[in-house]
């Protein structure tokens, strides 16, 4: 087998044979000169929507500058394999296809997502179905509805010979009731009718935000030159007025990071501890700039009740859009430890090495007596620590550590982390055909 030439160094060598300066491709990618350097001496990871600006940059495919093809889109399409449960052969296949027909891979592996994205969407219209709590209300208030109409209709054909009195009180009731009933099952109606007017996509505000960030790569240029001006337009695109509150916090929150931390100093730091001082001690801060500014590092926040509040995922590492992360991430092992900064290796099941920074701190202090508000912080780099890593997974519904001792529900994928099966609504997996 060949040996594997690193993405920085493809790099490198696809500029010089374009006799291009470092000066211009890294303005041309909104990236500096020295950052460019960093990636070309394979100091810096690179992948997502940087590479492909690079690629464009210096006129050739994304794949053609990854190191062994495109390390995302192979992983895609051995998961697109491993969905459709193909022989195992046919995910060393999955390099070879993404070098040599990378536009025939996309495809595939765009195929996968929207089919991954449709059963998530299903999954999400079902949850919400059994636990929207305006749906439920409204089904109890119908039901008891009909509980009273029905007894009051029973008791007047049950009774022929009523007090004329009662007969006219037993008919107000059952025509308020009738009204209720009517006035129930329209609010039922215009509940369903509200979230098909929503469209395909049936998004919470929360999911609408994180896509516009995903498809961003969580970095905006402008927001670091223009600061936080530039939100407003950033988030006028936006569907929904929760969605542009929601998203024009945490872009006002970026703004205001970069302002206190540019993104030159970033670009030039080894690690987070080359960054503590510049930052005033504000470990949060320097573990979000490193999130959002490296494309090669991810980024998790979530609150005190363990809630994702933002997630910038990275090759290799999964993030859920939804729902909670797997309990063994640093990132809530520091929520029971405020104010003490961790660094540990983990390993998540497919045998790579992380490096994970995390902190907990409080943003919000309303005054003394009152609780603090409590955020924690964990940034992802990819390392080798060989074998030493803790295990983790992506959250307990897609982990293959079927014996984790922190697993909270069954898992659908098999032992193996390359391999999917189909599973019932028991948890029992299904026979292969």
């Known amino acids: 087998m060949p040996r594997s030439i690193p993405t920085g160094s493809r790099i490198r060598e696809r500029r010089l044979a374009l006799g291009r300066k470092q000066t211009a491709v890294a303005g041309t990618v909104g990236i500096s000169p020295s950052y460019l350097n960093l990636i070309e001496h394979n100091r810096r990871a690179i992948g997502g929507s940087l590479l492909s600006r690079l690629a464009t940059a210096l ?89 009273v109409v029905r007894s009051t209709a029973s008791i007047l054909a049950q009774t022929p010979e009523i007090d004329a009195n009662w007969l006219g009180r037993f008919h107000a009731n059952l025509d308020a009731d009738s009204r209720r009933l009517a006035d129930g099952a329209e609010a039922v109606v215009g509940l369903f009718d509200r979230q098909a007017a929503r469209g395909a996509d049936r998004m919470l505000p929360s999911e609408t935000v994180s896509r516009f960030l995903d498809d961003a790569g969580h970095r905006f240029d402008v927001l670091e030159r223009d600061g936080v001006a530039a939100v407003p337009d950033l988030v006028g695109g936006l569907t929904g007025e929760d969605a542009r509150v929601l998203a024009t916090e945490i872009l006002t929150g970026d703004a205001e990071d970069a302002s206190r931390l540019p993104r030159a100093l970033v670009e030039a730091a080894d690690g987070p501890d080359d960054l503590i001082a510049a930052a005033g001690g504000d470990l949060a801060l320097v573990l979000r700039r490193m999130g959002v500014v490296d494309p090669g590092r991810g980024l998790v926040i979530c609150d005190a009740a363990g809630a994702l509040l933002r997630r910038k995922p990275v090759a290799g590492f999964p993030l859920p859009v939804m729902g909670a992360g797997c309990p063994l991430w640093p990132v809530y092992t520091a929520l029971g430890q405020p104010g003490r900064p961790l660094t540990v290796v983990v390993e998540t099941p497919d045998g790579a090495d992380w490096r994970v920074h995390a902190i907990a701190q409080a943003v919000a202090v309303a005054g003394f007596g009152a609780a603090p508000v409590i955020r924690a912080t964990m940034l992802l780099t990819r390392t080798q620590s060989g074998g030493a890593g803790a295990p983790v997974g992506p959250g307990c519904r897609v982990c293959p550590r079927i014996e984790c001792p922190a697993r909270r529900e069954p898992s659908v994928l098999s032992t193996r982390p390359d391999m999917l099966d189909m599973v019932d609504l028991t948890g029992d997996t299904l026979p292969r055909s």
């Open 59 to 147: 006129e050739t495919d994304r794949a053609a500058l990854a190191e062994d093809g495109d390390e995302a889109l192979i992983e895609e399409l051995r998961a697109a394999a491993g969905a459709q449960q193909n022989n195992e052969a046919e995910f060393d296949d999955a390099p070879d296809l993404a070098r040599r027909f990378p536009h025939w891979a996309g495809l595939i592996a765009a195929q996968a997502r929207a089919l991954a994205a449709q059963a998530r969407t299903i999954e999400a219209l079902s949850d919400r179905l059994s636990h929207d709590p305006t749906l439920a209300d409204a089904m109890h208030e119908l039901l008891s509805t009909v509980s």
